[in-house]
Nanobody, 126 residues
Framework: QVQFVESGGGSVQAGGSLRLSCTTSGDDMSRIYMAWFRQVPGKEREGVVSIHRIAGTTYISDSVKGRFTISQDHAKNTLYLQMNSLKPEDTAMYYC???????????????????WGQGTQVTVSS
């Protein structure tokens, strides 16, 4: 099992910044890859960013490239999603995710995720 503690969600003004954090624990094999997804009502859950916890290799989806970055404090088992230049369309429930499977480009999909955090709401006002 993998446990998640997510924080950093909230409401911000358009153009502002926000940093989400996700601290994990549990089976190390099940969290080789970490990622952030987001979802709004009526839409499919969308992969945003991912990282290989050991190698540090990152992937950023085209929808947020240039504005969002993923990073980690490996010693603290904490994953970060730095969100800059936020737009109202970034409003969504953001989910931390862990997997033993490859989460890169076309593989950054919910079907490849083994464990999910409970989600944290991000609201961007205009």
């Amino acid at each position: 099992q993998v446990q998640f503690v997510e924080s950093g969600g909230g409401s911000v003004q358009a153009g502002g910044s926000l940093r989400l954090s996700c601290t994990t624990s549990g089976d190390d094999m099940s969290r080789i890859y970490m990622a952030w997804f987001r979802q709004v009502p009526g839409k499919e859950r969308e992969g945003v960013v991912s990282i290989h916890r050991i190698a540090g290799t990152t992937y950023i989806s085209d929808s947020v490239k240039g504005r969002f970055t993923i990073s980690q404090d490996h010693a603290k088992n904490t994953l970060y999603l730095q969100m800059n230049s936020l737009k109202p369309e970034d409003t969504a429930m953001y989910y931390c995710a862990a997997s033993r499977r490859w989460l890169y480009k076309d593989y950054l999909k919910p079907v490849n995720v083994d464990f999910w955090g409970q989600g944290t709401q991000v609201t961007v006002s205009s």
